[in-house]
Antibody, heavy 119, light 111 residues
Framework: EVQLLESGGGLVQPGESLRLSCAAS????????MNWVRQAPGKGLEWVSS????????YYADSVKGRFTISRDNSKNTLYLQMSSLRAEDTAVYYC????????????WGQGTLVSVSS | QSALTQPPSASGSPGQSVTISCTGT?????????VSWYQQHPGKAPKVMIY???KRPSGVPDRFSGSKSGNTASLTVSGLQAEDEADYYC???????????FGGGTKLTVL
């Protein structure tokens, strides 16, 4: 059974940093593209970032480019999102999702972790 | 403002059919056959119901169907059931620059 478990969310002040993790199990992690998708409170979904299984291809949404860094440790079956220079508009539930970015198809989702940016 | 336009709400009685639209442009919905639909119950993660416009993942009831005409994709839920009440989001591939866009979501109410 595919499982994705996010962690690392919390309350931070504007300008601070935070690192999210997503522990994966139930599939061969290194062979799949992984993604981060977020959802602001009461709002819709927004794709944030994507990383291929071999780490060769990385993409970011314009809204986070230059501030967020996606990475993965295939030996630990874990996906990361390093977030810096956080803004109030980054407040959201962050979901880890396995899927194809080129087909806009996210098959498996974690339960999400809440990031709140407020002074 | 979301890149894809969905009606904020839709409703139907049990057993009826409801169709939710998702309007984009020739740069996303109209340009690729990569439209997905997601169902999200309150406090839960999204679940994919349709991918590549009209394909259903294993386990999704055949009451859910997808289609596309020009720049507008549609999700139809037939034989509405109480458990279908949820938010529904569409997404589309949008090319090598933007990559993925989502709709703003539609709240489906089963009357």
């Amino acid at each position: 059974e595919v499982q994705l478990l996010e962690s690392g969310g919390g309350l931070v002040q504007p300008g601070e940093s935070l690192r999210l993790s997503c522990a994966a199990s139930g599939f061969t992690f290194s062979t799949y593209t992984m993604n981060w998708v977020r959802q602001a409170p009461g709002k819709g979904l927004e794709w944030v970032s994507s990383i291929s299984g071999d780490v060769a291809t990385i993409y970011y949404a314009d809204s986070v480019k230059g501030r967020f860094t996606i990475s993965r440790d295939n030996s630990k079956n874990t996906l990361y999102l390093q977030m810096s220079s956080l803004r109030a508009e980054d407040t959201a539930v962050y979901y880890c999702a396995r899927g194809s970015i080129s087909k806009a198809y996210f098959v498996y989702w974690g339960q999400g972790t809440l990031v709140s940016v407020s002074s | 403002q979301s890149a894809l336009t969905q009606p904020p709400s839709a409703s139907g009685s049990p057993g009826q059919s409801v169709t939710i639209s998702c309007t984009g442009t020739s740069s996303d919905v109209g340009g690729y056959n990569y439209v997905s639909w997601y169902q999200q119950h309150p406090g839960k993660a999204p679940k994919v119901m349709i991918y590549e416009v009209s394909k259903r993942p294993s386990g999704v009831p055949d009451r859910f169907s997808g289609s596309k005409s020009g720049n507008t994709a549609s999700l139809t839920v037939s034989g509405l059931q109480a458990e279908d009440e949820a938010d529904y989001y569409c997404s589309s591939y949008a090319g090598s620059n933007t990559l993925v866009v989502f709709g703003g979501g539609t709240k489906l109410t089963v009357l």
